[in-house]
């Protein structure tokens, strides 16, 4: 094991980084406003300034640390504006822990309809209600500082998959110029920007968009336009490509991911924040995450199952339900039922991520991914 000294700059900043092994996996600690965060760490996905069909209460109790929301979303409704008045977002939804929002760079792009990109910025139609928007750097970053996240997102395009050469060349070097926009327009103290670097699935791109944005000095990099379709080895390789270009004491926050199976992989290249919507998303039809893959609680097999969904799992729906009665509670439309489904995927992944960090800290962290891999069918 090698311990290597963290700086404690600004906000966000990462430090105590402890690698292990021969892989880039490393255990660490990043600064904010809201408190000091171990990674790696999963973060819940709260879009509209909720993580659907769980209280702050719960949350903390399951032991999130940083939780997701959308400027996209929180920009048409209700108004950044109107967070602002409400005393800011961790007031309005009463969080007192870490906050990141996402810039709307991927919202845009797959959410607004009959959208259309200039140096400017993006128009697009409203998934609301039909009306024309628009979206720029200086646009995002003033609706994030409106919502005063501890973390937040420069404005990016997040490529589609699969892309031609020349459109993500372009794309990438309009994301870095969009980069820079939102490092100028981004003046609140006490908050931390970071970059994101796209390439689409080009090595050279990726290397490119991550050496052009280190340059900017950001306190952390989000890494984008990954978990868009593409097959997982391409992520991986895009990983490989990309993490150890960028700095060592900063944070790598790869956006969108995952499974269980995902995690593992991205933490052994170096990565360590993620969000993912899945945990909750498949939780909302019946589907609960377990270390040996998924679990469709809804089936007729569980009707009289009267064991937990995991009898290792220390959740409040492992520690007093059966899967018997959450299949009852699933075919009767009763929104208990989808509240203990996600109460429990989400406790999966905060403790998945609470044991890789175990691992590394421990120095038995490739042992750990074999074991996992061995036993988890994707
Ligand atoms: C595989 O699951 C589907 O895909 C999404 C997760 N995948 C994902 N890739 C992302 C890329 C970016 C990016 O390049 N830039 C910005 N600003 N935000 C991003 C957010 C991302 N989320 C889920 O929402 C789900 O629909
Ligand atoms: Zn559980």
């Given at each position: 094991t090698c311990a290597f000294a963290g700086q404690k700059k600004v906000l966000a900043a990462y430090e105590e980084a402890v690698k292990c092994g021969y892989s880039g996996a490393r255990a660490g600690r990043l600064h904010t406003p809201h408190g000091v965060f171990d990674t790696p760490m999963f973060m819940p996905v709260?879009?509209?300034?909720?993580?659907?069909?769980?209280s702050p209460r719960e949350l903390k109790e399951m032991g999130a640390q940083i939780i997701l929301s959308n400027t996209y979303h929180l920009y048409l409704r209700p108004g950044t504006e109107l967070v602002a008045e409400a005393g800011g977002l961790h007031r309005f939804m009463d969080w007192d822990g870490g906050i990141l929002t996402d810039s709307g760079g991927f919202q845009v792009f797959s959410l607004g309809p009959l959208r259309k990109i200039t140096e400017e910025g993006a128009a697009f139609r409203s998934h609301i209600d039909g009306s024309t928007q628009f979206l720029s750097p200086e646009i995002a970053i003033k609706a994030q500082m409106n919502l005063g996240a501890d973390i937040i997102m420069a404005f990016d395009e997040c490529i589609p998959?699969?892309?031609e050469y020349q459109y993500a060349k372009l794309s990438t070097e309009r994301t870095t110029r969009w980069a820079e926009r939102s490092q100028k327009a981004h003046t609140r103290s006490g908050q931390a920007l970071f970059a994101i670097v796209q390439g689409g699935m080009y090595q050279d791109l990726r290397r490119v968009s991550a050496n052009d944005l280190v340059s900017l000095d950001f306190p952390g990099y989000g890494i984008g336009g990954l978990s868009v379709g593409e097959p997982k080895p391409v992520m991986y390789e895009m990983l490989e490509q990309t993490v150890p270009l960028l700095p060592e004491n900063k944070p790598r926050y790869l956006m969108g991911v995952g499974t269980p199976d995902c995690l593992v992989e991205a933490v052994r290249y170096g990565i360590d924040m993620f969000d993912c919507v899945f945990p909750t998303r498949v939780a909302r039809n019946g589907t609960a995450m377990t270390k040996s893959g998924r679990l469709?609680?809804?089936?007729?097999?569980?009707?009289?199952?009267?064991?937990?969904?995991?009898?290792n799992c220390g959740c409040y729906a492992c520690q007093n339900f059966s899967r018997a009665y959450i299949r009852h509670l699933l075919k009767a439309d009763e929104i208990f039922g989808l509240r203990l489904t996600t109460i429990h995927n989400l406790y999966f992944l905060l403790d998945f991520t609470k044991k890789m960090r175990q691992a590394i800290l421990e120095d038995r962290f490739l042992s750990f991914r074999e074991e996992f891999l061995a036993q988890y069918c994707k």
């Open positions: 709260g879009t509209q300034a909720t993580v659907k069909a769980v998959y699969p892309a469709v609680v809804k089936n007729a097999a569980y009707a009289k199952d009267f064991l937990p969904i995991d009898e």
